[in-house]
């Protein structure tokens, strides 16, 4: 074979692997089939990686394009993924794309479910639309919470061991109620003490019981006597004349406190007038000291001093004069300050000018 040949099969062979290589790849990133892209939002993908299948219900319908980071630390990673057209039909608006492991230990997937529609028929997906993502099961996370549990659980094991230390050394007041002594023995004392006590009133209660029954026939006795009309408080209740004699008295009693009170009432209404008159003839008496006939009368007894009244009325005269004035007065001085401000405001006007 010339060495021609040689090189041409070997240059068919690694076409024909090259074609194979493509061909794989291109199965895998959907290079050679109509697709369009979607794309969903996760806070984690726990590994997904570009080339990862695309599933629905168990069937592969696509693949992932590209896994994008976030631009800053608050942010999503985006996962771009490559569907094949004939599956348009059955995805919408409402689809979701969840993130999860293709067997127990296998490669991360990304699978879309359709949730169940309330209400109308949502709008199919269009290229390059974002639907809804929900981030994958977090083995790290778990595992990280139950290694806190545990050591959380070891540290109340650890407190409760110290705890049964001290309960063991006689310590705190559960340790004193189990291995103390002298606690027990207070205890059984307190038992009998108890126990003699409820014996004793035990017996008082008997004690009690004669007592109220001594009491009680003591009542009966006193209402016999009452009833066979002995004594003055049965005769008083069963006398039918006495009833009448002492309600009689209370009646005239009644009469006479009523005379009392209309008495108090004319003796009030003459000292009103006894009053009235002493007032009367005292104004009658000053008449009299101005009089001409008895003036000098009065005068040659010394009574002539003015009367209280009088003397009121004088001193609120000479008050409201005084105030007189001085209102006056106050007037004036208001005349003479306005008379000075205007002067005021004329040199104020000048000295602007």
Known sequence: ??????????????????????????????????RFLVRSQFN??????????????????????????????????????????????????????QIKT????????????????????PAPLENND?????????????????????????????SFEIIVDDIRAGEGTLGKLIYDPELY???????????????????????????ATQATEGV???????????????????EADLYESVQASADTLQEIIIGIGTLTKRAEAMTEWASLGAFRFAELMEAGKHNWLFKRYFEERGFMEQAPFEVREQAIAESFAALETRRQELLALEARLDQRAAVLDSLQRQLDQ
Do not use: Y
Not at 104 to 109: A, D
């Open 102 to 121: 293709q067997g127990l230990l296998g490669s991360m997937i990304v699978v879309l479910v359709n949730p169940p529609i309330s209400g109308s028929e």
């Open 44 to 97: 984690s993908v726990a590994g997904l990686s570009p080339g990862a299948d695309v599933q629905f219900q168990g069937v592969s319908i696509g693949a992932v394009q590209s896994v994008t980071l976030p631009s800053g630390p608050e942010g999503m990673i985006e996962v771009t993924m490559g569907i094949r057209t004939r599956a348009r039909s059955i995805l919408h608006q409402d689809t979701q794309a």
């Open 185 to 211: 023995n207070s205890m059984v004392a307190t038992a009998q003490e108890t126990e003699r006590l409820m014996e004793n009133l035990g017996n008082d209660a008997e004690a009690l019981v004669m007592l």
């Open 130 to 158: 974002l639907i809804v993502g929900i981030d994958p099961f977090d083995l790290f996370e778990i595992t990280d919470k139950a290694l806190a549990s545990v050591q959380r659980f070891e540290q109340s094991a650890t």
């Open 1 to 34: 074979m010339s060495t021609r040949i040689r090189v041409g099969l070997v240059v068919v062979i690694c076409l024909g692997l090259l074609a194979a290589i493509l061909f794989v790849v291109g199965s895998q990133t959907l290079l050679f089939s109509d």
């Open 220 to 238: 009966e006795s006193i209402l016999g006597k009452l009833d066979t009309g002995s004594g003055t408080f049965a005769q008083l209740l069963n």
